[in-house]
């Protein structure tokens, strides 16, 4: 079963407007953490906010925002005013367990390609 | 600044012919990985290195090895690459220390295979 689940492969959106993209995960860990990450055209990834699932209130960094809603295993990346700039392959990723467990890789979800129209 | 930097940006072999893709960090983590993406698709973890500890993936064709000489260096080695092995190789790395640390990604190598 995917662990990471982006249902949306492309999303348009005006400049200026807000969007949303969905991500799902499965996991049966208590501890665990949720990433976005941004991935333009020349290939570099780039990370954007950070959800821990002890975390009481939704991440913001600026524009970002994400939505968690842990009872439906939700983490849906906000992104506010829209530029012309965001227009990227949007991953989101998980990692699993404490922070002592040892094993620390990202787990990715298939992306959505966003296009942000003048 | 503190970054990680792979080398070459892009790089072309022939089939069959041995490659090698550098990996280097200056954020001092302990932790670095091997990332295989494919056009349009997630990235796909190959093996990390925690410390000096190797951690192969399941999957992983025993085609790709790696090696880790020092903190800050990894390297990737593909020993007789093939068309499917044509793909962007990203290389991470995170610390462990803090479990809410992103993995922080150079900009990656695209392979050719002729």
């Known amino acids: 079963a995917q662990k990471i689940t982006q249902t949306q492969p492309g999303m348009f959106v005006q400049e200026k407007e807000a969007v949303t993209l969905d991500c799902t995960y499965d996991t049966s860990d208590p501890s665990y953490g949720l990433f976005w990450y941004k991935q333009p055209s020349s290939g570099e990834m780039i990370f954007l906010i950070y959800?821990?699932?002890?975390?009481?209130q939704n991440a913001t960094e600026g524009r970002y925002s994400l939505n968690f809603q842990k009872a439906r295993k939700s983490a849906n990346l906000v992104i506010s005013a829209s530029q012309l700039g965001d227009s990227a392959m949007y991953f989101c990723a998980m990692r699993e367990g404490r922070w002592d467990t040892g094993r620390r890789a990202l787990t990715f979800g298939s992306g959505t390609r966003l296009q942000v129209q003048p | 600044d503190a970054m990680v930097i792979q080398n070459p940006r892009y790089q072309v072999t022939q089939f069959g012919k041995p490659v090698t893709l550098s990996c280097s960090q200056t954020?001092?983590?302990?932790?670095m990985y091997w990332y295989q993406q494919k056009s349009s698709q997630a990235p796909k973890l190959l093996f990390h290195?925690?410390?000096?500890?190797?951690?192969n993936e399941a999957d992983t064709p025993d085609n790709f090895q790696s090696r880790r000489p020092n903190t800050s260096f990894c390297f990737l080695d593909i020993r007789s690459p093939g068309l499917g092995d044509a793909a962007m190789y990203l290389c991470?790395?995170?610390?462990?220390?803090?479990?809410?640390?992103?993995?922080?990604f150079g900009d990656g190598t695209r392979l050719s295979i002729l």
């Open positions: 290195y925690y410390d000096k500890d190797f951690n």
């Open positions: 954020l001092n983590h302990n932790v």
């Open positions: 959800q821990g699932s002890y975390d009481q």
């Open positions: 991470a790395t995170s610390s462990d220390r803090l479990s809410n640390q992103p993995q922080h």
